[in-house]
Every structure is written in C-alpha cells, then in structure tokens.
C-alpha cells in the first residue's frame, strides 16, 4: 500500500457524487434508498477529508439539471438533505469544519435554506477544513451571474482579467481545484465548476456513490499525487 504523501496534498479536492439511482436499482431498491445510503459515503469523504488535512472540499449535491426529475424525488432529496444539516452540524462543529454552500440558494425550499444558514452561521468561525455544498448548481449559471455582476458594477474592459473574474465566482476566494473526483463510471463534468477546472486533474471511478469508502478517497489523492501537472510547460521546465 502506497502513502499519501503529505507535502503533496491537493488543496481542493471536488467530487461528483453520482450513481445513487443506479446502486439502489442493483438491489432491486427505489431510487430514494441509493440516496439515504449516500449520505454516508457523504460523511465518510468529509472525515477523511478532513483527517487527510485537504483544506476545502466541494461536494456536488444538486445541480441546476436536477430540478428536472422528478417531484417525489427532488423533495426525497430535500429532506435527506435537511435531516442530514441537522443531524451533522455537531460533527461539523466538533471537526472544526466550518460548512459554505454554493448555487442558488433561493431556489430551495424555505427549511432547507433556514437550515443552511443556521449551520454556516455556527461554523463560520471554524478554521479546519472548508466543506462547500454546490447546490441547485451549475458552471454557466455561475458564469452568467458573473457576466452579469460585471455588466451592473461597470467593470472596465482592460481592467477584466482572470482574477477580477474569479473575484465574481461563488468559489471566490477559494483556490481551483487540483483533483476533481467522479464516481459511477461516468467521465463527463455535467456542469460542474466549469471555470475552476480549467487544469484541475480528472479522477473517475467506477464505484457507485453509496460505495465509495475513505479508501477510495485516499486511491483518489494518491493517483494524483503520481502525476505531473506541467501548466502548458514542458517537463524539463518543472
Ligand atoms: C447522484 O446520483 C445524486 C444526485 C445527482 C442528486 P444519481 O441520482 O444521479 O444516480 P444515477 O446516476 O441515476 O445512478
Ligand atoms: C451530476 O450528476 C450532478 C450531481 C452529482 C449532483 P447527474 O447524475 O445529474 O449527471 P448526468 O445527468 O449523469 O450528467
Ligand atoms: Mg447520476
């Protein structure tokens, strides 16, 4: 068994939490129990997130996509959303993990949104790992918004560049991610931190979301800890 090596941790890791549906469909289940169970696939990669000492995590939860399914299973995946906050700002507060979200928030039913700014309200004082929620979430949602905050602050052209770009992201502030994770065996990036990845390193497996251990977590860092990312550079410049 190969070791993480610790003066070579990504700072940001983002996962795509996929293949619910599909996990409970093998056990000849609903949809809604693959759901339940990745909710502990969820507090799994936040512990050994936070053990491995990562500094943020982005996890998927619900994209701006997802309002398309349908009704009984967006409000299944409200609830286990709202029981999990709940249930885990404890957890949160005894890692010292301080919980951010990103997406539009507005677009969730009231009790979820209270439940979400109760538990960023007692966390913001955390300074152990940043867990960030992207809900009802997508890139171009976030690019457009951007666009448009530029548009109404009367950004000069010349002064618009990268980083006064980034300063109207959700992520603002929060460095891109070096390792995005997918689970379910799907490589695509289903609108995800469209902007963030431009050089962010692709990790998929095939394991369903519900399956995916601390083991796996840690197969993820030390793939891309064996890799070398070379910006546009040759090798002999790194
Ligand atoms: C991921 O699992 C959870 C969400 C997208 C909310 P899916 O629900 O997409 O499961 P599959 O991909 O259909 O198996
Ligand atoms: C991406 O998974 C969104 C989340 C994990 C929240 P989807 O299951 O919605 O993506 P597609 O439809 O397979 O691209
Ligand atoms: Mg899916």
Redesign the pocket.
């Known amino acids: 068994m190969q070791k993480i090596n610790h003066n070579n941790l990504p700072q940001h890791v983002a996962i795509t939490?996929?293949?619910?549906?599909?996990?409970?469909?093998e056990k000849g289940m609903l949809?809604n129990f693959?759901?339940r169970n990745?909710v502990s696939a969820v507090k799994e990669s936040v512990e050994i997130a936070a053990e491995i000492g990562i500094k943020y995590l982005t996890l998927?939860?619900?994209?701006t996509e997802?309002w398309n399914?349908p009704k009984k299973?967006i409000s299944a995946?409200m609830n286990l959303l709202v029981s999990a906050i709940k249930k885990e700002v404890s957890t949160l507060m005894n890692n010292n993990i301080r919980l951010t979200t990103i997406g539009d928030l507005t677009e969730l039913p009231h009790i979820a949104q209270k439940n979400l700014n109760e538990a960023k309200e007692r966390t913001k004082n955390n300074t152990g790992m940043n867990l960030i929620l992207a809900l009802s979430y997508s890139g171009r949602w976030e690019i457009l918004n951007a666009i448009k905050k530029i548009i109404k602050n009367k950004i000069n052209i010349e002064e618009l560049n990268d980083l006064l770009f980034q300063q109207y992201l959700e992520t603002k502030n929060v460095p891109d991610p070096e390792l995005l994770i997918r689970t379910?065996g799907?490589k695509r990036i289903s609108n995800f931190l469209l902007w963030q990845i431009a050089y962010s390193e692709l990790y998929f497996t095939d394991k369903?979301?519900p399956d995916f251990t601390k083991n796996d977590f840690k197969k993820a860092i030390i793939d891309y800890q064996r890799r070398e990312r070379r910006f546009g550079l040759t090798t002999n410049q790194i």
């Open positions: 939490m996929d293949g619910n549906g599909r996990w409970a469909k949809r693959g759901h990745g998927y939860a619900f994209s997802n399914r299973e995946l379910s799907e369903l979301w």
